[in-house]
């Protein structure tokens, strides 16, 4: 059988932690930041986890996880 191939938009959007959750970006910090509150803005910088609801999801897009 071949080997699995990576889904490289998943690789590019997730990173596995040392302890095997995701780790992922936060949305709406792209554009249009003014009127935004700054609370929401400092909320969208930090890093933030999957769902444990879509972890197999994206862990089956993720062979090498």
Do not use: S
Request: proline residues 5%; aromatic residues 4%; contains cysteine.
């Amino acid at each position: 059988m071949p080997k699995m191939k990576t889904r490289r938009a998943v690789a590019k959007r997730f990173k596995a932690t040392a302890n095997g959750k995701l780790k992922r970006k936060r949305a709406n910090l792209r554009h249009i930041l003014t009127k935004k509150p700054h609370t929401a803005k400092k909320r969208a910088v930090k890093t933030d986890y999957v769902h444990e609801a879509d972890v197999a999801r994206i862990k089956r897009c993720l062979p090498g996880v």
